[in-house]
């Protein structure tokens, strides 16, 4: 079968993504050295279980999330895979130059690839607005765009606003969500036709996209205290995400059935909601003294994610995905 890209999109395509792959090579053999020192190979054990949780999150998590559209299905896997695998490359150098603004050779270990995977899932986020609108070339150019902005914005937050590492991360639910709207808003309007039946839901494809659910809400908690150094606050972060987190999840089911007129629980709801006590949770779960604070700011986040699921235009984007 050939392709179902147009002549004019797949030459593009193809030229400009083993272009850009060429050019990080070369800047990554010019610009680029690994850590050596003995210390960061004893933090390395310690740090790898949450690089590996970060990397599940993002590949199976956000992968298969996307899979809920009937002409999308195992596409939107390849598609947030090679999303994902360009940001990271592209973040770790952004990262490098903006934090010594100098062409002098940056230092990469496992921390900046930690925190480049997880700044490139802000790009698989906002692919959640937009998939079945846009084709691959759009989205290579989306990625390249939002990890430039992402970035220089984290970089800002840093210096003029004394963020630190977790703060400067924790907003790129908000972020992600935002830029991916304005990229619909700028779609052409009315979609057509064919555009319209790839964003039909399918039952198949969503089981999968619960699949993905259920990764994303296992690994939350180690999401949110990746970048957490402190024991103690990392501690408070892993139990006030997972209270914040089952608190939604139950909040997501019960309010669903209850909408429904027979009681039946709507899929779209559930993807939407169960994450968003993750979400609510993200920048201040290092902050909480208790748990039932936690679970109030799930409970609450669950009730305007299946405001949000019902009322408004895009049921693709979740509160956090």
Request: net charge positive.
């Amino acid at each position: 079968m050939g392709s179902k890209y147009q002549k004019s999109v797949r030459g593009p395509l193809t030229l400009w993504a083993f272009m850009l792959e060429v050019t990080l090579i070369l800047i990554f053999f010019f610009f680029t050295s690994y850590e050596t020192s003995v210390k960061e190979q004893k933090k390395l054990m310690r740090t790898y279980r949450d690089f590996q949780d970060v990397i599940i999150m993002a590949v199976l998590g956000l992968g298969f999330l996307n899979t809920s559209l009937r002409r999308h299905c195992w596409s939107s896997v390849a598609f947030s895979l090679f999303v994902l695998a360009l940001g990271v490359q592209l973040t770790v150098l952004l990262d490098g130059f903006l934090n010594q603004l100098s062409l002098r050779k940056m230092v990469l270990n496992l921390s900046s690839i930690q925190i480049s995977t997880m700044s490139a899932t802000s790009v698989l986020i906002s692919v959640g607005v937009i998939l079945g609108r846009v084709n691959l070339l759009q989205l290579l150019l989306m990625t390249l765009i939002e990890v430039t902005a992402f970035s220089a914005t984290r970089m800002v937050g840093k210096e003029v606003f004394n963020m630190d590492n977790h703060i400067s991360m924790m907003y790129i639910h908000v972020f992600a969500a935002c830029f991916g709207l304005t990229v619909a808003c700028c779609l052409p309007k009315p979609l057509p036709n064919e555009a319209e039946d790839k964003q039909q839901t399918a039952t198949s494809p969503s089981l999968f996209a619960m699949l993905g659910t259920l990764f994303l809400w296992m690994f939350w908690p180690s999401f949110n205290s990746a970048l957490l150094d402190i024991p103690d606050e990392k501690k408070k972060a892993l139990f006030n995400t997972y209270y914040a987190l089952a608190v939604s999840m139950v909040t997501a089911i019960s309010v669903s059935a209850l909408a429904h007129p027979q009681g039946k629980i709507n899929m779209t709801h559930i993807h939407n909601a169960v994450l968003a006590g993750g979400v609510a949770v993200g920048a201040p779960c290092y902050l909480i003294p208790s748990p039932w604070l936690a679970m109030v700011l799930g409970l609450l986040a669950g009730l305007i994610s299946i405001w949000g699921a019902m009322y408004l235009q895009f049921p693709h984007l979740a509160v956090g995905y």
